[in-house]
């Protein structure tokens, strides 16, 4: 019977030891993951998003259908193992084939290389262009358009950027390249805590999505929202958010329509009052949830 008992013993004490290690290895997870996330929150790595995904993601083709005689906008896509491609009756500004590389870099390193001042320009103008008049129209913030505060957002340390360019450990090789090759479009997000109540989880805030006219309506766009998907799927972020002007529509409904996004519970519209003291908002916060 003592024997028994003993041996009783042994397995319990056998079975609180795996569920010990069990628990050790899940927290040991679980803080690994907190302190990936903290770590690319801080933006003062030299981290590059495109190690946490799918290398695919980062080359987008164009290319022209030569074959289509009808004047079909239809965009036809196809995944393959090397890239997204994309067919298109294409832009006249296009060539007849032709590729996005993306690359992406935080502000915090990008301002050691020598060419920071004149990308940051070009983004700063991308910008300038597409959103100065709603800006304006919409007394956005209650300030409206201003060069300086796009800029200090732009270059503010905690700013990811992916961007349309290669990025290389040599510095006067970037300078070259942008001599030959613009800039068509750019992202900027970051990592920061989610509105109150929920300020204890980081999401990610996508602050820019801004392509050149000429090369709207091909599927970038969507593609963009793609990567940060996946890198937040990855990395175990399970929210994007982004602030839309009302009167942008063609924004409104690229996010709502093409890539599923809906009002986050932070929205002003849902403190909306019907007082008529209360002016409405001219934005709202869209969200997706991200499922790992």
């Not at 800039?183 to 970051?190: A, E, N, Q, S």
């Not at 409104?252 to 329509?257: S, W």
């Amino acid at each position: 019977m003592r024997i028994l008992k003993k041996e009783i013993g042994k397995k319990k004490e056998e079975k609180k030891r795996k569920g010990n290690n069990n628990h050790t290895h899940n927290l040991k997870s679980r803080n690994e993951k907190e302190e990936l996330i903290q770590r690319l929150k801080r933006c003062h790595d030299n981290d590059n998003i495109f190690n946490y995904i799918d290398e695919k993601y980062k080359k987008y083709i164009i290319k022209k259908n030569r074959n289509d005689s009808s004047q079909n906008n239809s965009i036809n896509k196809e995944k393959n193992e090397n890239y997204i491609h994309n067919e298109i009756e294409g832009s006249k500004h296009l060539g007849s084939s032709s590729f996005i590389f993306f690359e992406s870099i935080n502000s915090y390193e990008l301002k050691k290389y020598k060419s920071a001042f004149s990308i940051y320009n070009i983004l700063l103008n991308i910008t300038k262009i597409n959103m100065q008049k709603l800006y304006d129209e919409n007394n956005f913030l209650n300030k409206g358009w201003s060069d300086q505060e796009k800029l200090k957002e732009l270059k503010s340390d905690r700013s990811k950027l992916i961007l349309d360019i290669i990025k290389t450990n040599d510095k006067n090789q970037i300078d070259d390249f942008l001599k030959t090759n613009p800039i068509v479009c750019f992202v900027h997000f970051r990592f920061t805590p989610d509105y109150y109540p929920y300020q204890k989880n980081i999401i990610c805030y996508l602050y820019e999505i801004q392509i050149i006219k000429e090369y709207i309506k091909i599927g970038i766009g969507t593609h963009l929202i793609n990567i940060l998907e996946q890198l937040c799927k990855n990395i175990h972020i399970h929210k994007i958010l982004c602030t839309v002007l009302k009167s942008n529509y063609k924004a409104v409904m690229f996010y709502k329509n093409k890539c599923s996004f809906q009002m986050d519970e932070s929205s002003p519209d849902n403190f909306y009052s019907d007082s008529h003291l209360s002016k409405e908002c001219e934005y709202e916060i869209l969200k997706k949830d991200i499922i790992s």
